[in-house]
Each structure stands twice: as structure tokens, then as C-alpha cells.
């Protein structure tokens, strides 16, 4: 079995303006192996997020190659990307995005609800996630009921649930007080640990260190 | 379906109530405007059929002066005096009439141990009740003899008989009428407002001879009543009345000083009146059922705009562009079935309410709410598909910038 999980080859993403076209990802080469902790790291407008974009299958290069467990991935269609986000990929995102009027622990849940049903057993493996996130007693609590550092561990709740192969966050501390960037970074560390591949775009240098590997992405091109 | 997926699909619709509410307000009016009016409509044609029933299909009447229907009832213009004792006699011999009985209907003050109302007191003959169809709830019908023989006995309707006699036996007994002593030998079963818009209930009936000399003192008479053996012999009928008629008063038929009714001219301008105002009806409750879920098209776009990111983030979990589409068209049916459902809750409290106010018969309005349920859920659709392809068309790259 392979160790890689994925890997860009010349990946080049341009946006359209009006007449002007911009080049935002001008040939991105990455491979990142199972069980890895990245971060990224680089001057805002520099294109991370596109990048994260186009790894979490959320958007498509604009040309290059992208293998995801040794599949080529940059021409699926939408549904396909859907189905291999589910099962695949989670998510954590710099402003939580948890749906407002639903508790914590229907959060969790609503990747289940693009996989099929969701029986008695995902709803205890929900309760057990949240409780392993120190969150057992907010589980019926809605969004704007917790802290923020208590809902990005419910962010990081739901982005577990499908058991994924790949975590994927974007600045997930970048809303946070210091005390619970530190309870969020642990927690990824933990992760990381248990042999989960993370991939995390950050400005601050103490949350990059908790990686075993940071690239600087600048200008559309990996810099060292 | 477990209930925390139907709240993870649709939770997001009872998230803002008062929207919600005002989002519906227009399928709440039109649905409810289509429903009580569509019921009334019901209602006025079952008013319709009762009424030709107690009329019956064979009946013509002859009314002296210019009779007109209007507003689906025979309404008498203007009384003249053309119409005689005579002519009623006249028509007896056109073979196809069954019975006839000439008519006056004057009105009078009723009297019996004290007690006075006033009513309408009518001259008929012996075979009038039969002609109408009516029973008899107390005593018997007057006899050839009464009505030749200018006799003082009266047959009372129903509600001069409860108002005079109360639960007590009327047939056998006097009363006053104009204060002529008449003697009660029948009473006439609840037969309510016919199609000559008279309360068959509130009147007397007296031998005509009795009417147009003692009481009335008149020589002439307000109508004739007709029945033939067939409904389909009624034109032929009609035809022959109006040329014995205008013979016998030496008329011209512009100047002529009867008019012959029949339960059909009254039965075609009802249906011509409800049908003109059930499709203007019709068509504001439907305008009301457009600009409604316009309505909800707005608010729906609205939350589609709102709640972006919501879209986004089930695009990211693993959300098919089919499934958002799904969830927002039946987000809008919803919501537009929940603006349905209280209209027709308001409709049917406005049936209950009006129909008995205005003596309207009380129907099940089945074909109606089926109709506004069907157009509900039709325009909900209708309403959802733009925003919901809106919704679909988001592309969840937005999560991760701009916020
Ligand atoms: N959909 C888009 N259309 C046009 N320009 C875009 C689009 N998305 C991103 N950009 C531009 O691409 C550049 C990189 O953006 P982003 O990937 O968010 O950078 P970072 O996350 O490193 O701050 C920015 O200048 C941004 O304005
Ligand atoms: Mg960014």
C-alpha cells in the first residue's frame, strides 16, 4: 500500500475579472504522505486558501494533475467530488460555520445525513466524539450558546464523524483567544498522533510548530 | 426517516417565524378567499336546486304586471288589475295542464285569543296545494265547495300556526282575519323560501272567492299557477297561455299586462349570475395564490442568500448539488403548504361563521379544499425552483474565504 495520500503536480488556478485574468496558484508541486501534519503558512492574498480549496475538492484546478489515494481527481464530476468529500475529507474552518438552529450534536451529525441514514449508534459516536472534545455536557446546546473555542471542537467534532482520511483546516485558530488556540491545537496534535493526515493553513508561527512539516506559499508558488 | 434527519433537512425553515408568517400571508388570503367563496358557490347552487325542487319543473306562473326575474327571483314590477277570476278559467281547457289554481295575495293582520301578526293571506283554490306539492301536517285541504261556495276557512302555514297556536292543535279553530272569523281546518308543513321568494311558512291560505269578495274586495287577480303533466310540454304551454291570454285581453304582446314565469328562467339567471361571479372570484383567489407565492419566492431567495454559508458547508460535507435542490423545493412547499393549511383552517371558520348568517345551506366543501391544496402545493413548487436552483448553484469555495 502506498504511503502517499496525495499529490499535485504543476497545479495552476486563474480567476476571472472582467477582462483581466488572474493567476492565483501558478504550478503547485505537493506531496503529502499518510499521517502527515502540514502547515502552511504565508502572507495573506497569497493563495493558501485557493489551494485548500482545491485539496478539499471544493474547487477544481484550473489545470494540473491531482491524485487522491493514486486517483486522479481534477476531472470528476461534482457528485463524484461530493461523495469523496463525504467520506474522505473534513473540514475545519477559521469561522466554525456551524448551522445556528441546529444543537451541537445535530451538528455533528449532519455529514451523516449525505451518506445515507443516521441510526441510534452514529448518534452515540457523536456523543462519544463530543465528550472526547471535553464537550459532554453541550451536547444539546445551540452554536450561539457555546464559546468559540467550544465550537470549533464541535467543528472538529463533525469533521471527524465520517472517520476521514484527510482533516483539513483553515485558520482554525484564527478566531480564538490564545488559552483555546492551545485546546484546538492540542487537540489536532492528539489527532495527528492517532495517524490522522492534517493539513493546516495558519498565519501564527506557535500553531505552525505543532506540524512536522510547514511550506510557505507566496504568490501562487510554494517558497521553501 | 429518523427525526433528527427530518430536523437536520428541514430545520432551517422555522428558524425565523415571523417571516415565515409574512411570507405566507398571501397564500393564507388566497387560499382562504378561494375557499369560502368556491364553498358559497357550492352552497347557492344546492340554495338553487332546493328552491326549483319546491318550485318544481312543471310549474309555470302567470303574474299580472311586469314580472321580471331578477337576481334569480320572480319579483312582481308593478301590480295591475289585467289579470281576471276569468282568464284562470279560460286556460282550463289547454289539455296539457294538470291543475291550476288562480291566485291573490294580498296581506292582512291574523288574530286568535289576543294575539295578532301580521301575514300574507292568499286566495287559491282547491287544487293549489296539490300543485305546489305541499303536505299537510294538521286537518285536510279545502273542498270544491269551500272555494265555490265563498266558505271562511283557511289552511295556515307553518310559522302563523307555531306563532298563534304554539304546540296546540290549530285545525277546528277561529281566528280573525281582517277581523273576519275564519274557521283553521289545515295546517302546511316547514316548506321555507321558495323560489318566489316567499316565505311559504309566513302566510294563510283562503278559498280565492272568499279573498277577492269578504276580504279583498277586488276583481281581479295577481297570478295564476300552472302545472302541466310534463316539464318538456312547459313551452308549448307557455306558448298557448300567452296567445289566450293577449286574445282575451285584445293586447298587443309589447303592451300586454302579465308575464308567464317558469322554474328554468329562474334556474338559467342564477346560473348565469354565480357563474360570472364564481369566475371573477376565481380569478382574484388565484391572482391571490400568484402574488402569494411571489411571495414566497422572495422570502425564499432571501434565506438562500442568508444562509450561503449553511449551503456551502452541506456542499462541503458531501452534499449532491441534487440534494440542496431538494431540500429548498421542498423547503418552499412547506412552507407555502403551511400557508395552505392555515387558509383553509381560516376558509372553514368563515363557512361556519357566514353560511348559516346569511341561510345559506351548510355543504362539505370537499371539491374545494382538494382544489386549494392541489394549487398550493402546484404554486410551492412553482415558488421554490428558482431559489432552490439558486441554492444549488452556491459554490461552497466561499467557506473559506471572504467569510
Ligand atoms: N473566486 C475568485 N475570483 C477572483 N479572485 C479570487 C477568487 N478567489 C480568490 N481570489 C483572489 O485570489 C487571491 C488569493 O486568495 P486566497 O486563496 O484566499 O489567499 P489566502 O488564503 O492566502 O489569503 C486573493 O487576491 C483573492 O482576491
Ligand atoms: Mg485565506
Given at each position: 500500500m502506498s504511503k502517499?495520500?496525495?499529490?499535485?503536480?504543476?497545479?495552476?488556478?486563474?480567476?476571472?475579472?472582467?477582462?483581466?485574468?488572474?493567476?492565483?496558484?501558478?504550478?503547485?508541486?505537493?506531496?503529502?504522505?499518510?499521517?502527515?501534519?502540514?502547515?502552511?503558512?504565508?502572507?495573506?492574498g497569497g493563495g493558501k486558501s485557493t489551494l485548500l480549496n482545491i485539496i478539499g475538492l471544493l474547487d477544481r484546478p484550473t489545470s494540473g494533475s491531482y491524485l487522491f489515494e493514486n486517483r486522479e481527481v481534477s476531472t470528476l464530476s461534482t457528485n463524484e467530488l461530493a461523495k469523496l468529500r463525504n467520506e474522505k475529507i473534513g473540514f475545519v474552518f477559521q469561522a466554525f460555520h456551524l448551522i445556528p438552529w441546529a444543537t451541537a450534536q445535530e451538528n455533528v451529525l449532519l455529514p451523516l445525513l449525505y451518506r445515507g441514514k443516521i441510526d441510534q449508534e452514529d448518534i452515540y459516536r457523536a456523543q462519544g466524539l463530543l465528550d472526547r472534545l471535553g464537550l459532554k455536557n453541550h451536547i444539546n446546546l445551540k452554536p450561539a450558546e457555546l464559546s468559540g473555542g467550544q465550537q470549533q471542537r464541535v467543528a472538529i467534532a463533525r469533521a471527524l464523524i465520517n472517520n476521514p482520511s484527510l482533516l483539513l483546516a483553515d485558520e482554525p485558530t484564527g478566531n480564538l483567544d490564545s488559552q483555546s488556540s492551545r485546546e484546538v491545537m492540542d487537540i489536532l496534535t492528539e489527532l495527528n498522533k492517532e495517524g490522522l493526515t492534517i493539513i493546516i493553513v495558519t498565519h501564527d508561527s506557535e500553531v505552525a510548530k505543532r506540524a512536522n512539516r510547514i511550506k510557505i506559499l507566496k504568490d501562487g508558488l510554494f517558497i521553501e | 426517516m429518523t427525526l433528527i434527519t427530518l430536523k437536520l433537512s428541514f430545520g432551517g425553515i422555522f428558524y425565523k417565524k415571523l417571516r415565515l408568517f409574512l411570507s405566507v400571508l398571501g397564500i393564507i388570503i388566497g387560499v382562504s378567499a378561494l375557499l369560502v367563496m368556491n364553498t358559497f358557490g357550492e352552497s347557492a347552487k344546492v340554495k338553487t336546486m332546493q328552491e326549483i325542487e319546491t318550485f318544481g319543473p312543471e310549474i309555470l306562473m302567470v303574474v299580472?304586471?311586469?314580472?321580471?326575474?331578477?337576481?334569480?327571483?320572480?319579483?312582481q314590477a308593478e301590480q295591475t288589475t289585467a289579470l281576471k277570476l276569468e282568464d284562470a278559467q279560460a286556460l282550463r281547457k289547454i289539455s296539457a295542464i294538470q291543475l291550476i289554481s288562480p291566485l291573490y295575495t294580498g296581506s292582512s293582520?291574523?288574530?286568535?285569543?289576543?294575539?295578532?301578526?301580521?301575514?300574507?293571506?292568499?286566495?287559491?283554490?282547491?287544487?293549489?296545494?296539490?300543485?305546489?306539492?305541499?303536505?299537510?301536517?294538521?286537518?285536510?285541504?279545502?273542498?270544491?265547495?269551500?272555494?265555490?261556495?265563498?266558505?271562511?276557512?283557511?289552511?295556515?302555514?307553518?310559522?302563523?300556526?307555531?306563532?298563534?297556536?304554539?304546540?296546540?292543535?290549530?285545525?277546528?279553530?277561529?281566528?280573525?282575519?281582517?277581523?273576519?272569523?275564519?274557521?283553521?281546518?289545515?295546517?302546511?308543513?316547514?316548506i321555507g323560501v321558495d323560489a318566489s321568494n316567499q316565505d311559504q311558512d309566513d302566510q294563510v291560505l283562503i278559498p280565492i272567492t272568499t279573498a277577492m269578495s269578504a276580504l279583498f274586495n277586488v276583481d281581479y287577480i295577481s297570478g295564476i299557477f300552472i302545472s302541466v303533466y310534463k316539464p318538456e310540454l312547459v313551452p308549448l304551454i307557455e306558448k298557448q297561455v300567452d296567445e289566450i291570454?293577449?286574445?282575451?285581453?285584445?293586447?298587443?304582446?309589447?303592451?300586454?299586462?302579465?308575464?308567464?314565469?317558469?322554474?328554468?328562467?329562474?334556474?338559467?339567471?342564477?346560473?348565469?349570475?354565480?357563474?360570472?361571479?364564481?369566475?371573477?372570484?376565481?380569478?382574484?383567489?388565484?391572482?391571490?395564490?400568484?402574488?402569494?407565492?411571489?411571495?414566497?419566492?422572495?422570502?425564499?431567495?432571501?434565506?438562500?442568500?442568508?444562509?450561503?454559508?449553511?449551503?456551502g458547508l452541506r456542499l462541503a460535507c458531501g452534499a449532491s448539488r441534487r440534494a440542496i435542490l431538494k431540500q429548498f423545493l421542498i423547503e418552499s412547499m412547506v412552507i407555502s403548504l403551511w400557508g395552505g393549511f392555515i387558509g383553509l383552517f381560516i376558509g372553514l371558520l368563515g363557512i361556519l361563521v357566514f353560511l348559516p348568517l346569511l341561510k345559506y345551506?351548510?355543504?362539505?366543501?370537499?371539491?374545494?379544499?382538494?382544489?386549494?391544496?392541489?394549487?398550493?402545493?402546484?404554486?410551492?413548487?412553482?415558488?421554490?425552483?428558482?431559489?432552490?436552483y439558486k441554492a444549488s448553484k452556491i459554490d461552497p469555495a466561499i467557506l473559506l474565504k471572504g467569510l
Open positions: 502517499i495520500l496525495l499529490q499535485l503536480r504543476e497545479i495552476k488556478k486563474t480567476f476571472q475579472s472582467g477582462k483581466v485574468i488572474y493567476e492565483i496558484l501558478k504550478g503547485i508541486n505537493l506531496e503529502v504522505e499518510k499521517g502527515e501534519f502540514l502547515a502552511i503558512m504565508g502572507p495573506s | 299580472s304586471g311586469q314580472a321580471r326575474v331578477r337576481a334569480g327571483r320572480a319579483i293582520i291574523v288574530r286568535y285569543l289576543g294575539k295578532n301578526i301580521s301575514t300574507v293571506v292568499q286566495g287559491v283554490n282547491e287544487e293549489y296545494i296539490k300543485l305546489r306539492k305541499f303536505s299537510l301536517i294538521e286537518g285536510r285541504n279545502f273542498l270544491k265547495d269551500e272555494v265555490t261556495g265563498f266558505k271562511k276557512v283557511a289552511i295556515l302555514g307553518y310559522k302563523v300556526k307555531r306563532e298563534l297556536f304554539g304546540e296546540e292543535k290549530a285545525e277546528g279553530q277561529h281566528i280573525l282575519i281582517n277581523k273576519l272569523p275564519f274557521t283553521v281546518i289545515g295546517v302546511l308543513e316547514p291570454l293577449l286574445k282575451r285581453h285584445r293586447v298587443s304582446p309589447k303592451e300586454k299586462g302579465f308575464n308567464i314565469i317558469k322554474a328554468e328562467d329562474i334556474l338559467k339567471f342564477r346560473t348565469e349570475a354565480s357563474s360570472l361571479f364564481s369566475s371573477l372570484v376565481q380569478s382574484i383567489s388565484i391572482l391571490c395564490l400568484i402574488v402569494g407565492s411571489l411571495g414566497v419566492t422572495a422570502i425564499m431567495l432571501l434565506s438562500v442568500n442568508e444562509r450561503r454559508r449553511e449551503i345551506p351548510l355543504v362539505l366543501p370537499w371539491k374545494p379544499i382538494i382544489v386549494s391544496t392541489g394549487l398550493t402545493i402546484f404554486f410551492g413548487l412553482l415558488s421554490g425552483i428558482y431559489p432552490a
